[in-house]
C-alpha cells in the first residue's frame, strides 16, 4: 500500500503532461510560405504536440525525406516538379517584365489566364488528397485534434469539415482582402481601408477612394467567376451536395494574420484574427567570419538587407544593373541575395549572395 500510492500519483502526473499534447494535421504548401511556417511546427513540437505534414510528391520546398521533429505523410500528384518550376517562372516573369509594358486590359486578361492554370494545379494537388481512399482513411483514422493551413491552396477547409476538426488559418493577405472579407467577413470599409495589392494607402482623396471601391468590386467579380465557382464546383462533387467554398472557410475558428498591428494601415477587427507578425523568428546566431566583418564596418551606418524573396534568384541584366546603381547610392552596407551575374553598377557597398541568413542579420 505504501508504495502504490507514489506510483500512482507518478502515473497520474506522466498521463496529465501526455493528455495536453495533441494531434496536428499541417496542410500542404510552398516556398517561403512554407519557411514560414517551420518554425511554428518546431515550437508546437517543443510544446509536447504531434505534428503530421502533408507532402505532395512535387514540391519545390517540402520533402518529406529531410530529417524532421515532425511526421510527414506523402501523397502523389499528377504534376512534376518541372511543371511546377515553369508555373512560378510565369508568373514571376508576368510580375517582374510583362506588367510594365502592358495596359489595364491586358494585365486583367493576362491575370485571368495565370488564376485559371493555377487554379487547375490546385485541383491536381488536391485530387491526391481527397481521391485517395487509403490516405483518406489513414486520415480519419488519425484522430487528430486540429488542422493548421496557410489557404494559398484551397481544400483545408474541405479536409477539416470531412474530419470535423477545427481549422486554423496562416495568411497575410489576400487580393484586395477577398477572402478575408468574404469569406472571414472581416469588416473592410473602402473609404479608409486600401483594397490589398491596390498600391493605395488609408490617406485618400475621393478619386482614390471611388477608385478603391472599383477595385474591391472588379477583384470580387473576377475572383467570383473564375475561382470561386470552380472551386465550389470541386467541393460540391466531393461533398455531393452544393457547397460554398467561402462559407466553409469561414467556418475557421482562428485567423492568424502574419503582420505586425503596426505595419498594417488601421482597419476594423474581429475577435478570431489575430495579428502574429514575427512568430517565425529565432534569436540571431553568429555570423560567417566575412559577412560579420562586413556586417561590422558599416558602423553607425547600419546595413540593409535586401531579397526578393524565395523564389527571385535572378533578373534581366539591365534590371540587375539599375537595383545595384540604386543601392550604390545609399551609405549603408547592403547584402543582397542574388545568384545571377555579378551587375556592373555594384558599388562598393554592396555585396551579394546566393542565400543570407536574413533572421540572424536583422535579430543580431
Known amino acids: 500500500m505504501?508504495?502504490?500510492?507514489?506510483?500512482?500519483?507518478?502515473l497520474l502526473l506522466c498521463a496529465t503532461k501526455v493528455s495536453n499534447g495533441g494531434r496536428i494535421?499541417?496542410?500542404?504548401?510552398?516556398?517561403?510560405?512554407?519557411?514560414?511556417m517551420k518554425p511554428v511546427l518546431e515550437t508546437l513540437v517543443d510544446r509536447g504536440h504531434q505534428v503530421t505534414v502533408l507532402v505532395p510528391s512535387a514540391s519545390l520546398f517540402m520533402n518529406s525525406s529531410?530529417?524532421?521533429?515532425?511526421?510527414?505523410?506523402?501523397?502523389?500528384?499528377?504534376?512534376?516538379?518541372?511543371?511546377?518550376?515553369?508555373i512560378f517562372e510565369e508568373v514571376l516573369h508576368f510580375s517582374l517584365y510583362e506588367m510594365d509594358d502592358m495596359n489595364p486590359f491586358q494585365i486583367?486578361?493576362?491575370?485571368?489566364?495565370?488564376?485559371?492554370?493555377?487554379?487547375?494545379?490546385?485541383?491536381?494537388?488536391?485530387?491526391?488528397?481527397?481521391?485517395?481512399?487509403?490516405?483518406?482513411?489513414?486520415?480519419?483514422?488519425?484522430?487528430?485534434?486540429?488542422?493548421?493551413?496557410?489557404?494559398?491552396?484551397?481544400?483545408?477547409?474541405?479536409?477539416?469539415d470531412i474530419l470535423g476538426i477545427p481549422l486554423v488559418f496562416s495568411l497575410?493577405?489576400?487580393?484586395?482582402?477577398?477572402?478575408?472579407?468574404?469569406?472571414?467577413?472581416?469588416?473592410?470599409?473602402?473609404?479608409?481601408v486600401p483594397g490589398a495589392m491596390s498600391k493605395l494607402t488609408?490617406?485618400?482623396?475621393?478619386?482614390?477612394?471611388?477608385?478603391?471601391?472599383?477595385f474591391y468590386a472588379l477583384q470580387d467579380l473576377m475572383l467570383e467567376q473564375f475561382m470561386w465557382k470552380e472551386v465550389d464546383k470541386y467541393y460540391s462533387g466531393v461533398r455531393g451536395t452544393p457547397t460554398s467554398a467561402c462559407k466553409m472557410m469561414g467556418n475557421a475558428d482562428i485567423w492568424l494574420l502574419r503582420t505586425y498591428w503596426d505595419f498594417d494601415f488601421p482597419r476594423p477587427l474581429l475577435p478570431n484574427f489575430k495579428f502574429v507578425g514575427g512568430i517565425h523568428c529565432r534569436p540571431a546566431?553568429?555570423?560567417?567570419?566575412?559577412?560579420?566583418?562586413?556586417?561590422?564596418?558599416?558602423?553607425?551606418?547600419?546595413?540593409?538587407?535586401?531579397?526578393l524573396g524565395s523564389m527571385v534568384k535572378n533578373l534581366t541584366t539591365e534590371k540587375a544593373n539599375m537595383i545595384a546603381s540604386g543601392?550604390?547610392?545609399?551609405?549603408?552596407?547592403?547584402?543582397?541575395?542574388?545568384?545571377?551575374?555579378?551587375?556592373?553598377?555594384?558599388?562598393?557597398?554592396?555585396?551579394?549572395?546566393?542565400?543570407?541568413?536574413?533572421?540572424d542579420l536583422l535579430g543580431g
Open 285 to 307: 546566431k553568429p555570423l560567417p567570419n566575412e559577412m560579420e566583418k562586413f556586417v561590422q564596418s558599416s558602423r553607425d551606418d547600419g546595413i540593409v538587407v535586401f531579397s
Open 172 to 192: 497575410r493577405f489576400s487580393i484586395a482582402h477577398n477572402v478575408e472579407r468574404m469569406c472571414g467577413q472581416l469588416p473592410a470599409p473602402p473609404s479608409f
Open 108 to 160: 486583367f486578361i493576362r491575370f485571368l489566364d495565370l488564376m485559371k492554370n493555377n487554379i487547375k494545379v490546385s485541383f491536381k494537388y488536391l485530387d491526391g488528397v481527397v481521391k485517395s481512399e487509403t490516405l483518406m482513411k489513414k486520415l480519419k483514422e488519425g484522430n487528430y485534434d486540429l488542422l493548421y493551413a496557410d489557404p494559398i491552396y484551397p481544400g483545408s477547409d474541405l479536409i477539416a
Open 66 to 86: 529531410e530529417p524532421s521533429r515532425f511526421l510527414y505523410e506523402p501523397f502523389d500528384v499528377s504534376v512534376s516538379v518541372k511543371d511546377i518550376e515553369n
Open 202 to 214: 488609408d490617406k485618400m482623396n475621393f478619386s482614390e477612394r471611388l477608385g478603391n471601391v472599383l
Open 327 to 359: 543601392l550604390a547610392q545609399i551609405p549603408q552596407k547592403v547584402l543582397w541575395r542574388y545568384s545571377g551575374e555579378k551587375p556592373q553598377t555594384l558599388g562598393s557597398n554592396t555585396r551579394i549572395y546566393d542565400w543570407i541568413p536574413q533572421n
Open 25 to 36: 494535421l499541417v496542410w500542404y504548401t510552398e516556398a517561403s510560405h512554407w519557411i514560414n
Open 2 to 10: 505504501e508504495l502504490r500510492l507514489p506510483v500512482c500519483v507518478l
